[in-house]
């Protein structure tokens, strides 16, 4: 008996030991900034959603060499700004859920920054792995299909969505990853009832689940007489294929409402949006920059900040005859919306955000010269020569992620990045949020 006392002695101590080691890892973790969990402990990932599972090997140059016979995918392709194509992939990946297909994705086209850029992969930018496993589906590149430097021009069948939604075009809608991508299409149009809202009301949004019927034999046989379009260089006219389902654009979709991806319940942002997390080292990179406009020290942690995004550029045109500091809320309206996401933050967290970036298209030195009188502060891309050593979409990449990682956020009225930053604030971080006001004298009075 007294040997088995002896023997649980040690044994007690022990687990007191481990119990202590684990509540201060615990508290070590709650202490933590949110933004070093998200880039310095990424977790590794199964292999089973590894893209290079569901095609035949490497790049090919026909892409159909390289599709699984057991397989069906679906893809398409973009053709506005930057943040808008992240939305059009995620409404695509989405509708390759409920069609239990994979999706292809084509990388980013420089539509909103320098047309001397180079296409930029999708998972540079998005972390494909954690994607995968958070939605279970994987999800693959085109430059994982297909060679990048084929000179083989491709003949497929695809929808067009486009002619059906709308009436002031009456093509498909084009696209420049085709000419990356060495694609000859043959179009067929949609029937009209894929659109998402009544005939009589202008709108261009189509219906996810009208669409996904098209990718299941009973609808497609009955749907393959509408109007088509031959291949614009082999003259080849093709029916859509049945594969590799494929639409001409999928940025105006929705379940219930057009531009849901402003409304909480949206499925596309709920199912996928939210877990198209940052490539890691895209993060790292955003955080250096935040940390330098923010003078951190090099041995103390980022500190939490308020983002802000201003989006001024192109919203000037729809100012018309108003003058722009009657149009646009001033500086002081903003920094009452900072104000009320600083004492959210005071009083739903206990923490006190005293920095805030700034990110912004405005090029007036004097308004810049007044947001650095508020005390914030901005990145300065043309001293950190950011172009110069990583490229020029990384500004736009850098001011999203840094949007995104605010412990609060302010944003404009109006403007997808400020969407895409606000939800994602309010989901990674649970972080309060305010959409300024713009368009007329004092419309963010409140």
């Known amino acids: 008996m007294s040997s088995a006392k002896g023997r649980t002695q040690p044994l007690k101590t ?21 933004v070093y969990l998200d880039i310095e402990e990424a977790p590794t990932y199964s292999a089973a959603f590894h893209s290079q599972s569901y095609v035949q090997g490497p790049p090919t140059q026909r892409f159909r060499d390289n599709l699984r016979n057991d397989t069906k995918y679906i893809t398409s392709w973009i053709s506005a700004g930057w943040t808008n194509d992240v939305m059009t992939y995620g409404n695509l990946i989405y509708l390759a859920l409920i069609t239990e297909r994979i999706p292809i994705i084509a990388k980013f086209t420089p539509s909103h920054v320098d047309n001397s850029a180079p296409p930029f992969a999708f998972g540079d930018v998005i972390d494909i792995p954690r994607l995968s496993h958070a939605i279970g589906s994987p999800v693959i590149e085109w430059h994982e299909v297909k060679d990048s430097k084929s000179d083989v021009l491709d003949d497929i069948g695809c929808w067009t969505v486009w002619e059906s939604v709308q009436k002031l075009d009456p093509n498909p809608r084009g696209s420049p990853s085709l000419n990356w991508l060495r694609l000859d299409v043959s179009w067929t149009r949609t029937p009209d009832w894929v659109k998402l809202t009544p005939p009589g009301i202008e709108d261009n949004h189509a219906s996810f689940w009208s669409l996904a019927t098209l990718a299941f034999p009973e609808t497609r046989s009955t749907s393959l007489e ?57 993060e790292r990179l955003a955080d250096e920059h935040a940390r330098r406009a923010m003078n951190v020290p090099v041995n103390e942690p980022t500190p939490p900040y308020i983002s802000i995004h201003i989006r001024h550029g192109d919203f000037r045109n729809y100012c018309n005859d108003l003058p722009l500091d009657q149009c646009f809320a001033s500086l002081p309206a903003i920094a009452r919306r900072v104000a009320e996401v600083q004492a959210d933050l005071r009083t739903q967290k206990g923490i006190e955000v005293t920095q805030v970036i ?7 030195p004097e308004w810049w010269s007044a947001v650095r009188a508020l005390g914030w502060t901005w990145v300065d891309y043309a001293s950190e020569r950011t172009e110069e050593i990583y490229g020029k979409w990384y500004p736009v990449f850098i001011d999203a992620v840094i949007q995104s990682n605010g412990a609060g956020f302010v944003g404009t009225r109006g403007s997808t990045m400020t969407t895409l930053a606000r939800r994602r604030v309010e989901s990674w971080h649970d972080g309060p949020t305010r959409i300024v006001q713009w368009g007329s004298p004092n419309a963010d009075d409140h």
């Open 226 to 282: 509408l109007t088509n379009h031959p291949s614009p260089q082999h003259q080849v006219s093709l029916p859509p294929d049945d594969q590799l389902l494929c639409f001409d654009y999928l940025y105006y979709v929705g379940a219930q409402n057009a531009w849901e991806w402003e409304s909480d319940y949206s499925p596309a942002w709920r199912f996928v949006g939210q877990h198209m997390h940052w490539n890691a080292s895209l």
């Open 358 to 364: 700034m990110t912004s298209d405005e090029r007036d």
């Open 14 to 34: 022990l687990c007191k030991v481990l119990a202590a080691v684990s509540l201060l890892s615990f508290a070590v973790v709650l202490l933590k900034p949110l």
